[in-house]
């Protein structure tokens, strides 16, 4: 493959937060390290990035939360602006209810009935915001829903109040006509010592659960499943097989560590190459998110290098994903581990009497069964040499 093929397409749907290229280098430690751009100055900034998309918000990142109605309308017709000459659209929006101290125990999920209502009010109005700029993706990260002592709060009414939020929700969706996907995003804990909904699968668990189930799916990240020390293949595949993958949240992660927000790809390669080679043979059709920043050291020159290379190291993964499929040698071996045996599959497949009973009595001996060969040392030394770049 020539190099410039490795050059993000639109086709791609890669797509980057207001607050991730316009991190200002904060930390628990340290004040911040670049100045503040305004969100128009982001979009100009995307726009330099040759192949992203969109830009995706909270609604703090575009109208500060004590700015008054003639404030927000300058920002706003900046903000269209800055899109409309960039080629740039707004695919996702999403609520800040993690930042304000009033949501500093939980917003959804408050004991306080009136910090309930008022962060169902507020994502009603993030929601109206993110409609106007065409957005058709709604993400809730509980970022604060959760505890440091179980003293504090009943998980299990936390779950029944989070269901009640979406319900109503869904319904305002519905009753504006935004035509809204809402996509959960899981995370174990920070900022909380506790977060509910820890893993995607605990939202997978919960949609069936819900008011309109159809409306909602996921929004899983790769650094909140590692920093479980999960397999994060492993999670948005049962999304994806519930048919629940709406968007993906891409960017890297050491395991064991804090929140780290790295660079797609660069902590985790190999695991960073079997996810894009999940999305990929599963023709992922939703925008590829980076919800990632760059290092605190960058300046915005290296911003700029820090999108570009997201975009290009899932473009490189792709290339690799499709080498490893036409690979004659790798894919001999998964030919010779996938046994198949058409008569015996119609006897397991589906249940019946007389099949159970044909079952029961097949001659299926264990010995003979435990010698098939599985080379997977040599599968996974010919993936890795796919991804070294030898092959
Ligand atoms: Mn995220």
């Known amino acids: 493959m020539a190099k410039q093929e490795y050059t993000p397409t639109k086709q791609m749907k890669f797509t980057f ?11 628990p430690f340290g004040g911040p390290t670049r100045e ?4 128009a100055q982001i979009v100009d900034l995307l726009g330099e990035c040759e192949g992203c998309y969109g830009v995706n918000f909270h609604d703090n990142d575009l ?25 740039l659209v707004v695919p996702m929006a999403t609520t800040n209810l993690f930042g304000d101290p009033v949501f500093k125990d939980g917003a959804f999920t408050s004991n306080n009935a009136k910090i309930r209502a008022y962060a169902i009010q507020k994502t009603m109005r993030a929601m109206d915001l993110g409609a106007e700029f065409g957005a058709k993706t709604y993400v809730f990260w509980g970022g604060r829903e959760g505890v440091e002592t179980d003293a504090a709060k009943n998980p299990v009414d936390a779950i029944k109040r989070f269901r009640e939020a979406i319900d109503f929700l869904c ?58 020390g999960l397999n994060f293949v492993h999670q948005v595949a049962a999304a ?32 960073a190459f079997f ?11 939703n925008p590829r998110h980076f919800d990632a920043h760059a290092f605190r050291q960058s300046d915005y020159t290296d911003v700029k290098a820090f999108a570009n290379g997201s975009m290009r190291t899932y473009m490189i993964l792709a290339d690799k994903a499709k080498k490893w499929n036409a690979d004659r040698e790798i894919q001999g071996i998964l030919k010779e581990i996938n046994v198949n045996d058409a008569a015996i599959s119609s006897l397991s497949k589906r249940y019946s009497s007389a099949g159970a009973k044909k079952l029961l009595a097949a001659p299926l001996d264990r010995v003979k069964l435990a010698t098939a060969r599985l080379p997977y040392e040599k599968l996974d030394q010919l993936t890795m040499e796919v991804l070294m770049g030898v092959r």
């Open 63 to 87: 109208i500060p939360i004590d700015a008054s109605p003639k404030e927000a309308d300058l920002i706003k017709r900046d903000f269209r602006k800055a899109l409309k000459d960039n080629g």
């Open 171 to 228: 319904d305002y969706s519905i009753d504006q006509g935004y035509g809204y996907r809402f996509a959960f995003e899981a995370k174990p804990n920070e900022p909380r010592g506790h977060i509910y909904f820890a893993v995607t699968g605990s939202y997978l668990a919960l949609i069936p659960t819900l008011k309109h189930p159809i409306m909602c799916g996921v929004n899983p990240e790769v650094a909140h499943e590692h920093m479980a």
């Open 36 to 39: 503040p751009l305004s969100p």
């Open 275 to 285: 996810l894009v080679k999940l999305l990929e043979d599963h023709k992922y059709n």
């Open 240 to 271: 994806i097989e519930a048919g629940k993958l709406f968007h993906i949240d891409l960017n890297d992660q050491e395991f064991g560590r804090y929140d780290q927000d790295f660079r797609f790809g660069s902590a985790n390669l190999k695991h």
């Open 17 to 27: 937060g207001l607050w991730t290229v316009g991190n200002v280098g904060r930390d």
